[in-house]
T-cell receptor, first 113, second 114 residues
Framework: DTEVTQTPKHLVMGMTNKKSLKCEQH?????MYWYKQKAKKPPELMFV???????INESVPSRFSPECPNSSLLNLHLHALQPEDSALYLC????????????FGQGTRLTVV | AQSVTQLGSHVSVSEGALVLLRCNYS??????LFWYVQYPNQGLQLLLKYTTGATLVKGINGFEAEFKKSETSFHLTKPSAHMSDAAEYFC????????????FGGGTRVLVKP
């Protein structure tokens, strides 16, 4: 199994809503990532979890709250988002060793209205 | 600090022609380098990677890339473009010292003309 599964695939939410994005992998990877990707741009790193602990937070606004309940799951909790937060949110995972590649999920297309 | 630069945000090639996508990196230590492809509304799929050892790396779908330390480059090539190669391509680099952080280039969109 070399898949990273993200749910939902599409999400439309209002600015006062609370929602969560989910990511799951069963490859035994201990590094997991959230990226945000705007149209025609490269992915921008948001968070990195290493062994279920937050290791990198790229100065992301607090309306985005990551959570890593166990080594296979990664969540991104969303609250009071703005329309400019609309984007494709990508989850990725990799083995801890630096020279290994990251495996990406298909992404969640988020629209904030 | 490390950065990855892709020269050319758009490349247009004819079907059957050579595809050449350019990637340069800047870091004091040669990084690990990756090429990913992204189709519309999809995630990123690994094409190939360079870590250590052989500098000419072969990947999926007929792509290959050569790591040239003297030129700080990792250009991606495919001898004969196919319509299915139309996509966005990203070069990315990682450093052992940077933990698990990947740095992406700006991306190159490939258009294949029949």
């Amino acid at each position: 199994d070399t898949e990273v599964t993200q749910t939902p695939k599409h999400l439309v939410m209002g600015m006062t809503n609370k929602k969560s994005l989910k990511c799951e992998q069963h490859m035994g990877h201990r590094a997991m990532y959230w990226y945000k990707q705007k149209a025609k741009k490269p992915p921008e790193l948001m968070f990195v979890y290493s062994y279920e602990k937050l290791s990198i937070n790229e100065s992301v606004p607090s309306r985005f709250s990551p959570e890593c309940p166990n080594s296979s799951l990664l969540n991104l909790h969303l609250h009071a988002l703005q329309p400019e937060d609309s984007a494709l949110y990508l989850c990725a995972s990799k083995r801890e060793k630096g020279d290994t590649e990251a495996f990406f999920g298909q992404g969640t297309r988020l629209t904030v209205v | 600090a490390q950065s990855v630069t892709q020269l050319g945000s758009h490349v247009s090639v004819s079907e059957g022609a050579l595809v050449l996508l350019r990637c340069n990196y800047s870091s004091s230590v040669p990084p690990y380098l990756f090429w990913y492809v992204q189709y519309p509304n999809q995630g990123l799929q690994l094409l190939l990677k360079y870590t250590t050892g052989a500098t000419l790396v072969k990947g999926i779908n007929g792509f290959e890339a050569e790591f040239k330390k003297s030129e700080t480059s990792f250009h991606l090539t495919k001898p004969s473009a196919h319509m299915s190669d139309a996509a966005e391509y990203f070069c990315a680099g990682g450093l052992e010292a940077a933990g698990n952080k990947l740095t992406f280039g700006g991306g190159t969109r490939v258009l294949v003309k029949p």
